[in-house]
């Protein structure tokens, strides 16, 4: 059974750094995609970016590039998602979710980032 | 590439036949997906290609189109399809989402 299981809710200051993670199961993790998803409070679901575990090749929207970066560890088939220096704007619900056939077939239960001093 | 939905909201009543219109701000083959979102949940996949059911999904739910313009129907809304929908392009990187549509109860 295929499974991705995001880490826990978070709250930070801003300025903070913060690394948000999403480990797979039941399937080989070198082998899909793993994108990542922000839906801020009440809004819709916005693409952030893209990796593919096995080379690492990574693309982002240019709406998020410079502002996170997304990686992976495959020895422990888990996917990263990283902040340098938290804003508030950054306050949503993050999710990681695996593309088949270009669609996300398989997500994450969501990360909640709360930024708030 | 810009995905436009349309309606932003709509309300429907148990056994209406809803249409949801996604349009392309250029073409992408066959790469456009459908989700559901209820609140508090993960969005949900219906449609990929534009038209293939994903598994375990009821076939009230259909998609449509060609080239720039997609549709997504549900045949007869049951109380379970009242939710928030998307539409989403795989055709070329940044991947997009439209901005949703709302199925709210009449």
């Known amino acids: 059974e295929v499974q991705l299981v995001q880490s826990g809710a978070e709250v930070n200051k801003p300025g903070d750094t913060l690394k948000i993670s999403c480990q797979s199961s039941?399937?080989?993790?070198?082998?899909?995609?793993i994108g990542w998803v922000r839906q801020m409070p009440g809004k819709g679901l916005e693409w952030m970016g893209i990796?593919?575990?096995?080379?690492?090749?990574?693309r982002y929207s240019p709406s998020f590039q410079g502002q996170v970066t997304i990686s992976v560890d495959k020895s422990i088939s888990t996917a990263y998602l990283r902040w340098n220096s938290l804003k508030p704007s950054d306050t949503a619900m993050y999710y990681c979710?695996?593309?088949?056939?270009?669609?996300?077939?398989?997500w994450g239960q969501g990360t909640l980032v709360t930024v708030s001093s | 590439i810009q995905m436009t939905q349309s309606p932003s909201s709509l309300s429907a009543s148990v056994g209406d036949r809803v249409t949801i219109t996604c349009r392309a701000s250029?073409?992408?083959?066959?790469?456009l997906a459908w989700y559901q979102q209820k609140p508090g949940k993960a969005p949900k996949l219906l449609i990929y290609?534009?038209?293939s059911l994903q598994t375990g999904v009821p076939s009230r739910f259909s998609g449509s189109g060609s080239g720039t313009d997609f549709t997504l129907t549900v045949s007869s809304l049951q109380p379970e399809d009242f939710a928030t929908y998307y539409c989403?392009?795989?055709?070329?990187?940044?991947?997009?989402f439209g901005q949703g549509t709302k199925v709210e109860i009449k």
């Open positions: 989403q392009q795989a055709n070329s990187f940044p991947w997009t």
């Open positions: 039941g399937y080989n993790f070198t082998n899909y995609w």
């Open positions: 979710a695996r593309p088949g056939n270009g669609a996300f077939d398989y």
């Open positions: 290609s534009i038209s």
């Open positions: 990796i593919y575990p096995d080379d690492s090749e990574t």
């Open positions: 250029q073409g992408i083959s066959r790469w």
